[in-house]
């Protein structure tokens, strides 16, 4: 018997005479040099697809397509919230006006610098919303690598703006006098301010607001908020006494019709037919009044007040309240809530 083994191969045969022994051998020398030879032109061939993989490596994908697949893979999880696809595709509508077609793969860190000046030099945007342009950029890059559709994130790396820290403006009681009275003609705008300023809950807050929301335990008629923007935000809110009457015969939602985005330019443009739209105060102003009465009306149940409007607690106060106490009770919450006054 005659063995021969060169690399992954082996040859078994059996002879018995000189001759066969060296047929054999000469036809295994033809096989070995068929087998080199073959061997040889895939390492060539191999070895060109490889490098012809990592040149088109995230070749052609721009903007355009990125938009589709990210969007699509995020539907596919379901835990996106609308507000959110919708700060998506503002961002993705930045990126592909300013870069259109280009491949990603050719889009350079000083590409990007180059996008968020634009943002800020031709745009007129503001530092914190650019810089959350960038950010969103990241995620859907990050995205892109992690799918192998690109190579690598050119985007980290790249500077943030610099935010400005303004001091942000309460209203006075003028101004809130002045809101009350103000004839706005428009029930679900009145309705929508009148909420805020007694309850201190979000514009999402009150914008997801139906018929079902208003439920009533003990006697106490409450709102309940069932999501947000945290896992604080779902939370039970005791409707005020002033406006209790009013809220029961509400038909919700207030805006049937209207995104938030929508709602919230609705909401600002009317308030700023009574106040200075020069100021910082907005909307959200309405949450920030509330909260700075409800703590000098009740300064020892602050605690009270964040469970309220949905804020975060210290981690001790979130063990002893949340996870042992399950909150506080509503008859404790509508005390705080009610003594909001604005008389």
């Not at 995104?259 to 102003?285: M, P």
Request: proline content about 2%.
């Amino acid at each position: 018997m005659f063995k021969l083994k060169s690399g992954d191969y082996e040859l078994i045969f059996e002879y018995d005479t000189k001759e066969e022994l060296e047929t054999y051998l000469k036809l295994a020398q033809e096989t070995q040099a068929t087998i080199n030879q073959k061997t040889e032109e895939y390492t060539i061939v191999n070895d060109r697809l490889e490098k012809q993989a990592k040149k088109d490596f995230g070749k052609s994908l721009n903007f355009i397509d990125l938009e589709f697949k990210f969007i699509e893979a995020k539907k596919k999880l379901g835990k996106v919230k609308d507000e959110t696809y919708r700060s998506y595709r503002t961002t993705f509508k930045k990126l592909i006006d300013y870069f259109y077609k280009k491949e990603i793969a050719n889009i350079s860190i000083e590409n990007y610098e180059e996008f968020r000046d634009h943002l800020l030099k031709v745009d007129k945007i503001k530092n914190k919303t650019i810089n959350n342009h960038l950010s969103y950029t990241s995620n859907f890059l990050d995205y892109a690598v992690s799918r192998k559709l690109i190579p690598e994130n050119n985007i980290k790396g790249i500077g943030n703006l610099k935010e400005e820290d303004l001091d942000k403006e309460n209203f006075t009681d003028e101004d809130i006098k002045n809101i009350l009275a103000y004839e706005y003609n428009e029930p679900p705008l009145e309705n929508f301010f009148l909420i805020a300023m007694y309850s201190g809950m979000r514009q999402e807050d009150i914008h997801h607001l139906t018929d079902e929301s208003i439920k009533e335990e003990n006697g106490i008629y409450y709102f309940d908020i069932l999501e947000g923007k945290t896992k604080n935000s779902i939370r039970k809110v005791p409707i005020h006494k002033e406006i209790l009457e009013k809220v029961l015969n509400i038909n919700f939602p207030l805006f049937k019709d209207k995104t938030i985005n929508a709602a919230q330019k609705v909401l600002n443009r009317r308030l700023y037919k009574v106040i200075d739209k020069d100021s910082t105060k907005s909307f959200h102003t309405f949450r920030a009044k509330f909260i700075s009465k409800a703590i000098n009306a009740n300064p020892e149940k602050v605690v009270v007040v964040q469970d309220v409007v949905g804020h975060s607690k210290s981690d001790k106060d979130k063990l002893t309240i949340d996870t042992y106490g399950k909150g506080f009770d509503l008859d404790i919450k509508q005390m705080v809530v009610d003594s909001v006054s604005y008389a």
